[in-house]
């Protein structure tokens, strides 16, 4: 079946540092991608997209780009912020499916 | 606002009853979503609805049930045949194309003493 597996956290970095979170997929034809963040006590939102080969999404400062040859989709900010402090999952819809299959997520720590 | 009304955010129950999550959309989606997050871990799915009056299992649906009488709300009820009910639920909306994302509520906490 579908599935997502992102790097191990906890991620903590120090404020204008670069970050990373890999995030690689298992899927039949072509999913659409996705990562959300969740800041503590809330829901999840979207922070960016991606829905076929080589598209880029980005929004906020943070991209990911959809790369099918390494089925990977790894999000990346080249200098990050405590308000960034939260948990970040990466998901994805198979081709003809409606429903999201999320990875376990990595919580991401920002110090001043 | 268009968006996705879970309540309550918090609620406590005694083990052995069951109780009743709300969630509502004003986003006209056809499809909504229960997802079950415990600590440190990923997002597991409950049951989906991608049409008023059906619905399907999830990955984890055992003691569990759900209702979509009406496209806007897919209510919750966790049974007491559920064996461990303490976790964060949150429950989703999407148009329910091929796609498209998903919208989140801002969740509710379950607490069982």
């Known amino acids: 079946g579908d599935s997502v597996t992102q790097m191990e956290g906890p991620v903590t970095l120090s404020e204008e540092a670069f970050l990373t979170i890999n995030c690689t997929y298992t899927a039949t034809g072509y999913p659409s991608l996705f990562w959300y963040v969740q800041y503590p006590g809330e829901g999840l939102q979207l922070l960016l997209k991606a829905t076929k080969a080589d598209d880029k999404g980005s929004n906020k400062g943070f991209e990911a780009t959809y790369r099918k040859e390494t089925t990977s989709f790894h999000l990346e900010k080249g200098s990050v912020q405590v308000s960034d402090s939260a948990v970040y999952f990466c998901?994805?819809?198979?081709?003809?499916?409606?429903?999201?299959?999320f990875g376990q997520g990595t919580r991401l720590t920002i110090n001043p | 606002d268009g968006g996705i009304t879970q309540s309550p955010k918090y609620l406590f129950r005694k083990e052995g009853q069951n109780v009743t999550l709300s969630c509502e959309q004003n986003l006209n989606h056809d499809a909504m979503y229960w997802y079950r997050q415990d600590p440190g871990q990923g997002l597991r799915l409950i049951y989906y609805?991608?049409?008023?009056?059906?619905?399907q299992k999830g990955d984890i649906a055992e003691g569990y049930s759900v209702s979509r009488e009406k496209k806007e709300s897919f209510p919750l009820t966790v049974t007491s045949a559920q064996k461990n009910p303490t976790a964060f639920y949150l429950c989703?909306?999407?148009?329910?194309?091929?796609?498209?994302?998903?919208?989140f509520g801002q969740g509710t906490r379950l607490t069982v003493v």
């Open positions: 998901a994805l819809t198979s081709q003809g499916a409606q429903k999201l299959v």
């Open positions: 989703a909306s999407s148009t329910g194309q091929s796609h498209t994302e998903a919208f």
């Open positions: 609805s991608q049409i008023v009056n059906d619905f």
